[in-house]
């Protein structure tokens, strides 16, 4: 983890990285990739767990 000087803080600037490549996600697309996957099945898995954010451990 990028930190400022001196201290155990996030870099602010690195955060807001972060915080844009998120931003940018779009869920629809990513959901027309999924059901146009070679493998449906684990593609909305997967899915979901990204845009529920939460994770079963199963795929």
């Known amino acids: 983890m990028?930190?400022?000087?001196g201290g155990d803080t996030?870099?602010?600037l690195?955060?807001?990285d972060i915080e844009?490549?998120?931003d940018s996600l779009?869920?629809?697309s990513l959901l027309n990739?999924?059901?146009n996957s070679?493998?449906?099945g684990s593609a909305a898995v997967a899915?979901?767990?990204l845009v529920s954010g939460e994770w079963d451990g199963d795929e």
């Open 2 to 5: 990028t930190t400022q000087r």
């Open 20 to 22: 844009d490549i998120f």
């Open 14 to 16: 690195l955060i807001a």
């Open 38 to 40: 070679e493998y449906p």
């Open 26 to 28: 779009d869920p629809l």
């Open 33 to 35: 990739d999924a059901l």
């Open 47 to 49: 899915y979901e767990q």
């Open 10 to 12: 996030p870099d602010p």
